[in-house]
């Protein structure tokens, strides 16, 4: 699996709520709305996701092995801190 693409969108008027990523995976799979969150330990990113019947959510896409989580991470917030760069130029 390679990420072929990554559209970040910054978000400026939340505390927590950085930026919401677009991702293409091998040029033919898109995966939108991920979004990158300023916790208590860091970023991190949370996956889509929607609310069940009880009012949880539960995530709709996610990685299964760590190594594709991380990585995910890794590019997605690489690209979250060149958009950060290019809207301060």
Do not use: C, W
Not at 59 to 77: A, F, M, W
């Amino acid at each position: 699996m390679k990420i072929t693409d990554i559209r970040v969108r910054l978000v400026n008027n939340n505390d927590k709520l950085k930026a919401v990523a677009s991702i293409t995976i091998d040029d033919e799979l898109v995966v939108h709305d991920i979004k990158v969150i300023n916790g208590k330990d860091g970023y991190f990113l949370s996956m889509p996701s929607r609310k069940t019947d009880d009012g949880k959510f539960k995530d709709i896409v996610h990685p299964i092995k760590t190594e594709v989580r991380e990585s995910l991470k890794e590019q997605i917030l690489a690209a979250y801190e060149k958009a950060l760069a290019s809207e301060q130029e």
